[in-house]
């Protein structure tokens, strides 16, 4: 069982940068995947990145160039810091975490972009 606790959402006007992180407690691996999903507001759940413990990433193609994913294994951590952004980004960000096929969520934390 994987813990994951978000923060450093907020509200942003267009153009600016936040940096959420995921603190994860519980049973990390070396071959645990850590990443971001998002959910814009009356819609699904969708991918943002994801990075594993050896430092692959993967993009969705509307944040690439503009979002970059790290990790920090020591501290069981990810962040993720977001530039340029556009009122589309707006959504609830959720932390996420895979082993195999164990996945666990965080309980979200929202990110606000005016125009």
């Known amino acids: 069982q994987v813990q994951l606790v978000e923060s450093g959402g907020g509200l942003v006007q267009a153009g600016g940068s936040l940096r959420l992180s995921c603190a994860a407690s519980g049973s990390i691996f070396s071959n645990t995947v850590l990443g971001w999903y998002r959910q814009p507001p009356g819609n699904q759940r969708e991918l943002v990145a994801t990075i594993t413990s050896g430092g692959s990433t993967n993009y969705a193609d509307s944040v690439k160039g503009r979002f970059t994913i790290s990790r920090d294994n020591a501290k069981n951590t990810v962040y993720l810091q977001m530039n340029s952004l556009k009122p589309e980004d707006t959504a609830v960000y959720y932390c996420?975490?895979?082993?195999?096929?164990?996945?666990?969520w965080g309980q979200g934390t929202q990110v606000t972009v005016s125009s």
């Open positions: 996420y975490s895979r082993r195999g096929a164990s996945a666990s």
